[in-house]
């Protein structure tokens, strides 16, 4: 079992950033690809960037690239998502997942762990 806690939203302006954080425990030795999805109220969840293991291989949805950035630090257990040049299309609660597959997916349905959620919004 793994649990995950995100940390870090809250409230920007357009054009703004925002660093969030993941950190896991419990059977983290299990942990190899993570990521980080987002859901908008009335809307599905979906994918915003994953990365596998160490970290060699990352991968994000074409609204966030150029602009967000997904890292992670395995000896800390922590995943982070740095969020630059934020726009109001990006408010969402934004979570973090974890896998025991080695290759990063942008499917939730490939995600058995996941966090609480955190709450980002950006309005002027």
């Known amino acids: 079992q793994v649990q995950l806690v995100e940390s870090g939203g809250g409230w920007v302006q357009p054009g703004g950033s925002l660093r969030l954080s993941c950190t896991a425990s419990g059977r983290t030795s299990s942990i190899n690809a993570m990521g980080w999805f987002r859901q908008a109220p009335g809307k599905e969840r979906q994918y915003v960037a994953a990365?596998?293991?160490?970290?060699?291989?990352?991968y994000y949805t074409d609204s966030v690239r150029g602009r967000f950035t997904i890292s992670r630090d395995n000896t800390n257990n922590t995943l982070d998502l740095q969020m630059n040049s934020l726009k109001p299309e990006d408010t969402a609660v934004y979570y973090c997942?974890?896998?025991?597959?080695?290759?990063?997916?942008?499917?939730?349905?490939?995600?058995?762990?996941w966090g609480q959620g955190t709450q980002v919004t950006v309005s002027s």
């Open positions: 997942a974890s896998s025991s597959k080695l290759r990063a997916s942008t499917l939730v349905e490939d995600y058995p762990s």
């Open positions: 990365l596998n293991r160490d970290g060699r291989f990352t």
